[in-house]
């Protein structure tokens, strides 16, 4: 990628009262932005003029600008961590921000207009408190090897905002006024969220760098239970493309998979159940989404292989046969489906038993390939077709089949660079074996973290390859927070996601805010219960939690 498309990397912020000026800092550069407080106007200017009386500070980036009662704020990026180097391009964490009025006081507010401002700041500042923002100055982390490798020299050529893939760029919605100006757009900096892990290794001495990606979509985004299924448009919640790339002597592999909600109109709204019965809507067409879904999946990954990992018995039955029963009409000769009982058939520690679904995708996933680009520049093989993963929340049992499905690819990309020998498996290689499963364990819970307010459930076998009493115990304790949080804070940490992707805007006229519309007296009796009762009766938490735990024992 052109250096000329890259975002500035070094900033500095100068406040005044009038203006924000935000200077690039980069061998070379004179740019300075300035952002007027009063009018909102967003103007290239230079360092003379930044007024020596400016208060000056440190950034690391522009996440973009957002409207709320108060009137427009600056959200910037004010502490970064290095995760690694993707080919030499330095990736970060974005672990810490700061959200700046324009306005200099708050007395153009009332009581009620206060205190509506302060409640959408705690929106904001809870999403940017979830863990796994990611961006890069000099490389574009939203698409994977091959699609940079189908583009052209245009495109080659566009600045990181204009050539990043909106479904993965979170900050989008707040960098709209800054996309509208090109002149601007190396002070906009994508940002993803999801996870990333980059590790250099070592096999028969050997070095190679291995990295795994998983994007998240911000389109249909939310939390476990307020966001099921599909939207009209096609979008499945919980969508993540994930991306394991190989780095050796120049050559780069890369495997893709993707996950998403059961890719129809249902929902499962809270309702104080450990598990509410999902509802399959009887009131809208279900084909026309389920179509663009993968329409959609088609064009960006080719041939589709769902793999639906749900129970077939109980309440998750209908969705397995309502889901094989749409594939089957849809009547594509791209999109394949498997249904295997994930619980039915690893029931009773009988984990060996996954193999049984490996060795059903084995012929699929040789079929697919995947990418392959030599160290002249040369595409070698491309990947043909894509494995969709889906559990209920496509986290804890979808995760465990990525984690096997990306290891047999591994396996096949390390035997032809010619990094582990003939007959050698990745198992066998115990550093390696263990940096792979910590990597993918940690990518689990950065996922469920961020869907279902938790760690993932099964990660003592991700990181292990066994499963054990004591996190069958830790899958309890998860289950019982998760619980708490879907029945009690979960509708605001969605009000919180759909202000920040501008899914809702505050500058729309409404004679009643949102925020004071009255909610369900019953669940706020229970809430109110519930913190009661927590102070007085801590041993019923244990001996919730002791239950949450029996029940896991007992599925397995």
Not at 56 to 73: F, K, Q, S
Not at 113 to 119: C, E, F, G, T, V
Not at 214 to 235: K, L, M, N, P, W
Not at 444 to 465: E, F, H, I, M, P
Request: aromatic share 12%; net charge positive; proline share 3%.
């Amino acid at each position: 990628m052109a250096a000329t498309a890259g975002a500035y990397e070094k900033l500095k912020l100068h406040i005044t009262p009038e203006k924000f000026y935000v200077e690039a800092c980069d061998d070379g550069a004179n740019d300075v932005l300035a952002i007027d407080r009063v009018s909102t106007e967003v103007t290239l200017t230079v360092k003379k003029d930044v007024p020596p009386s400016a208060v000056t500070r440190p950034i690391y980036g522009i996440l973009g600008t957002i409207r709320l009662v108060a009137g427009n704020y600056l959200i910037v990026i004010t502490k970064k961590k290095k995760v690694g180097e993707c080919f030499s391009h330095a990736v970060w964490k974005a672990t810490d921000f700061d959200i700046l009025s324009y306005k200099k006081t708050m007395l153009h507010l009332t009581d009620i207009q206060l205190q509506d401002n302060k409640a959408f700041l705690a929106m904001l500042s809870h999403v940017l408190n979830v863990d796994g923002f990611y961006f890069s100055t000099t490389y574009d982390l939203t698409h994977t090897l091959q699609r940079l490798a189908n583009t052209s020299p245009e495109f080659q050529e566009m600045s990181l905002l204009e050539r990043a893939d909106p479904r993965f760029v979170w900050n989008g919605h707040l960098l709209r006024e800054f996309a509208a100006q090109p002149e601007i757009h190396r002070f906009a900096l994508p940002v993803m969220h999801g996870f990333i892990a980059m590790h250099s290794c070592s096999i028969n001495g050997k070095y190679f760098d291995w990295l795994l990606i998983s994007r998240r979509s911000c389109f249909r985004a939310g939390v476990r239970y307020y966001v099921r299924g599909i939207d009209s448009e096609g979008h499945a919640a919980n969508f993540v493309e994930t991306e394991q790339i190989v780095h050796y002597n120049g050559s780069k592999a890369s495997f893709v998979q993707t996950r998403g909600s059961i890719p129809f109109f249902w929902s499962q709204r809270p309702n104080l159940k450990y598990k509410p019965k999902p509802q399959i809507s009887k009131v809208v067409n279900h084909m026309d989404g389920f179509q663009r879904h993968f329409d959609s999946q088609i064009i960006s990954y080719g041939k589709q292989m769902i793999v639906n990992l749900v129970n077939q018995k109980g309440s998750e039955k209908p969705l397995e046969q309502t889901f094989a029963k749409m594939v089957n009409s849809l009547g594509n000769g791209m999109v394949r489906y498997i249904a295997f009982d994930f619980h039915k058939e690893c029931s009773r520690m009988r984990w060996d038993r996954l193999q049984l679904l490996m060795d059903q995708l084995a012929e699929q996933q040789d079929e697919f390939s995947y990418f392959l680009v030599d160290s002249d520049g040369k595409v070698v093989t491309q990947q043909e077709g894509i494995f969709r993963s889906n559990c209920m929340d496509c986290l804890d049992r979808t995760n465990v089949i990525q984690s096997l499905l990306a290891r047999r690819s591994l396996q096949a990309q390390l035997q032809r660079l010619g990094v582990l020998h003939v007959g050698q498996r990745i198992e066998e290689q115990a550093q390696f074996e263990k940096i792979y499963k910590n990597a993918w364990a940690d990518n689990a819970n950065a996922c469920a973290k961020q869907y279902a307010g938790t760690g993932a459930l099964k990660t003592d076998y991700t990181r292990t390859g066994k499963r054990t009493q004591w996190g069958l115990i830790m899958d309890g304790w998860n289950s019982l927070i998760r619980y708490y949080k879907n029945n009690f804070s979960d509708g605001f940490r969605q009000d919180a996601i759909d202000l920040f992707l501008g899914n809702y805007s505050v500058d729309e006229v409404e004679s009643v805010s949102p925020l004071h519309i009255q909610k369900d007296w019953k669940f706020l009796a229970v809430r109110i219960f519930f913190f009661n009762s927590f102070d007085s009766h801590f041993w019923k938490l244990n001996a919730l939690f002791l239950l949450f735990a029996l029940v896991n024992l007992s599925s397995y």
